[in-house]
């Protein structure tokens, strides 16, 4: 549905003043972008830092999505840098100011619309954009929809967009959604094989930070170093087993690789970062004789610590004993024994002397690698910890070409009988001094050297205590393997038990649910029942009613034209000539009527009557009037009864002192009409009789 607030032809002042927040600056308009609620230059920063790098190595401007893109302002940005941009947001004011944006910058490579970011990511295709902007917009979607629906969502973006670059909210902060959001941010991004944090971001909500993670699962930034790894894998070898409880990951690049290890973990927060001081002391100051690959980078941030180094060629000397390829073991171990004389010279060791941390180049030259693991500690990093025993152990495995997994310690390989003659004789030799003489250096200078037929009592005690070690160690495995399956069937039998509980607990539920639905129907039949009734009552009631108002209206029609019939007979009479002719009668007899029910009020009516019709002619009226005077009382009497009645006659002559009107004298005096129409007719005789002393005291 189309804004009505937002017609096209408003100007950008309009539609940013429409805006409900303005949330990001107004591109191109600094005199419109002081009270933006978020400052978005550092950001900025970073994502055309990525930006610039993922071009370089694409070879053409790189496709964006700016997932919630706000007013457009990182949007923008990237277009007029010859990015094309698809930007995305769920207020269609918000695109408003986009669209008017980019038509005024004539930027065409730009492409904004409104909708849900649900819907975006359900439509993605493959290859179709280079990098993804996800900033501050999901934390909206984990309210709404939950962790693991969101962090499915991002999934289906890191499986379709190489490179993404998220800030996240976080828990902390004192927001409605805050509850809903996990407790590592970066739990969210599971899907994606690298994950790293470039920076915390204030926001205009609360003092607490978000975290802005760089998120890819086909190229790494470490500082400046951009470049595509083709694998990784969360152990460093397939005897790791879950040593570092899956706090470190390794990625490969051609000819690099790029170890990453975690802080989170409190455990092993102190062991991975002084592991990687270590390594990097090493690999900045290695000493003469030791070949080691060239140190590129390294970061350190509050979640992880990470190092670029390049990839020596070579495979492990593990991996050749696990595909049972051909080897010299007498070169690797007199390579082996060299590079740990020439650490034993510089005052180092490396305490974990395994067949995995040894590297077999191509011309069969060896590397010891595992670089965190050399310190100047002269011990093994397990049992057995003396250095010369745990290199025993490891020529041991090598001439025998099996390697004993450590369960919980290693196989006590300790019969020197076993060795070849070189080795044999050099241990006997070395083992013979006191064991503060025991050194790599020792035994390097004992090899070649004859020990004589003497034999040690020591030696075979040593021969002894392996083969009951590993009497026992064959005793523990088929325990273990038989307490395994015993463990297997016992998990299938669980997992059976389970399976049918819960199809007990589902078969319960649908029962309860389908009694519940029985019910619910029965109840619903007998309230539809009900309805019913009611609804019959209601519809006979309206039938009655409708037969009342039908009667009603018949009724009515009868007696409008009844009466419409009655007038018109009346109208007929009244028209006709026998009414008219009977006019004179039909009023004699109804004055009869009256006469004969009250003659009083009949004579008074006539009166009445006959006084209006002479005032209506005045001049009539005063002929009238003398006539009456000659009749004194009579004339009094008629005036006293136009006075009682309040009827109104005409006005009498000027200065006659007859009654104007039955009633109404001259002016005489100031006394006018109305004042002597009440008086009796002696009274008027003594008025006359004061109106001529008047007169003739005026002559006086």
């Not at 760089?214 to 397939?238: C, K, P, Q, V």
């Not at 000659?630 to 200065?655: K, N, Q, Y």
């Amino acid at each position: 549905m189309t804004d009505p607030l937002l017609p096209t032809a408003l100007s950008i002042i309009d539609l940013v003043a429409a805006l409900p927040e303005k949330y990001q600056p107004i591109f191109g308009h600094p005199e419109l972008s002081g009270d933006s609620a978020r400052d978005c230059a550092e950001r900025l920063q970073l994502i055309l830092r990525v930006s610039d790098h993922l071009e370089g190595a694409l070879g053409r401007p790189a496709r964006v999505l700016d997932l919630g893109c706000a007013q457009g302002f990182f949007s923008l940005s990237l277009a007029v840098r010859g990015c094309t941009v698809y930007g995305v947001d769920f207020l269609e004011r918000n695109i408003a100011v986009c669209q008017a944006l980019a038509r005024e910058q004539g930027l065409e490579n730009t492409v904004f619309a409104h909708g849900r970011i649900e819907d975006v990511i359900a439509c993605l295709k493959d290859n179709e954009y280079d990098l993804v902007l996800g900033l501050s917009v999901f934390h909206h979607l984990v309210h709404e929809h939950g962790t693991d629906a969101v962090a499915d969502l991002i999934g289906g973006i890191a499986s379709r967009i190489p490179v993404a670059i998220y800030e996240m909210a976080v828990r902390d902060e004192p927001l409605y959604w805050a509850d809903a959001q996990p407790q590592e941010p970066a739990d969210l991004l599971r899907d994606y094989a690298l994950t790293k944090l470039t920076s915390f971001q204030k926001t205009h909500l609360s003092d607490i930070v978000r975290p802005i993670f760089y998120a890819s699962n086909r190229y790494w930034m470490i500082g400046d170093d951009f470049r595509e790894f083709t694998s990784w894998r969360s152990l460093s070898h397939a005897h790791a087993s879950s040593s570092h409880m899956g706090t470190r990951r390794y990625y490969f690049g051609e000819g690099v690789m790029l170890k990453r290890m975690s802080l989170l973990n409190p455990l092993l927060e102190a062991p991975n970062r002084t592991e990687f001081e270590r390594e990097m002391d090493f690999l900045c100051s290695p000493p003469p004789g030791i070949r080691v690959p060239r140190l590129i980078g390294h970061e350190v941030d509050r979640r992880d610590v990470w190092l670029l180094r390049e990839q020596l060629p070579g495979k492990l000397l593990s991996e050749l004993m696990a595909e049972g390829a051909s080897f010299s073991g007498e070169s690797v171990a007199d390579e082996l024994i060299g590079q740990l004389v020439a650490l034993e010279s510089a005052g180092l060791y490396h305490n974990d002397v395994r067949c995995w941390n040894l590297l077999v180049g191509e011309s069969g030259g060896v590397s010891l690698i595992d670089y965190g693991a050399i310190s100047k500690d002269p011990r093994d990093c397990v049992w057995p910890d003396n250095l010369i025993l745990s290199l025993l152990i490891t020529l041991r495995e090598i001439f025998d070409r099996d390697i004993s997994v450590p369960d919980p310690v290693r196989n006590p390989l300790l019969d020197v009988a076993s060795l070849p003659s070189r080795y044999r004789d050099a241990f006997r030799i070395v083992l013979d001094l006191p064991q503060a003489q025991w050194s790599f250096s020792a035994l390097q200078g004992a090899l070649g050297k004859p020990c004589g037929e003497v034999h040690h009592g020591w030696e075979l005690l040593a021969s002894k205590q392996e083969g009951a070690g590993q009497i026992y160690q064959r005793t523990l495995l088929n325990l273990r393997d038989g307490g395994l399956n015993l463990q297997a069937r016992l998990n299938e039998s669980l997992s059976n038990a389970h399976h049918w509980f819960l199809r007990a607990s589902d078969y319960q539920e649908q029962l309860a649910v389908a009694e519940m639905r029985v019910k619910r129907e029965a109840d619903l039949q007998i309230a539809m029942a009900e309805q019913m009734q009611v609804i019959e009552m209601l519809q006979a009631d309206v039938q009655e009613a409708r037969a009342i108002t039908e009667a009603h209206r018949v009724e009515a029609i009868r007696q409008s034209m009844a009466a419409q019939a009655a007038r018109a007979a009346l109208a007929e009479i009244v028209e006709s000539t026998s009414w008219r002719m009977t006019s004179l009668l039909r009023h004699s007899l109804t004055s009869v009527r009256r006469f004969y029910r009250s003659p009083g009020d009949f004579a008074r009516g006539y009166m009445v009557r006959v006084i209006q019709s002479l005032s209506a002619t005045p001049r009539l009226w005063r002929l009238t009037n003398r006539f009456l005077k000659l009749f004194p009382s009579l004339h009094s009497r008629l005036r006293a009864f136009v006075s009682r009645r309040g009827l109104l006659v005409p006005s009498a002559e000027p200065i006659s002192p007859v009654f104007g009107g039955l009633g109404q004298v001259g002016s005489f005096g100031g006394v006018g009409n109305e004042s002597a129409s009440a008086l009796s007719a002696r009274g008027e005789h003594i008025l006359e009789r004061v109106r001529s002393a008047a007169r003739v005291k005026e002559a006086e």
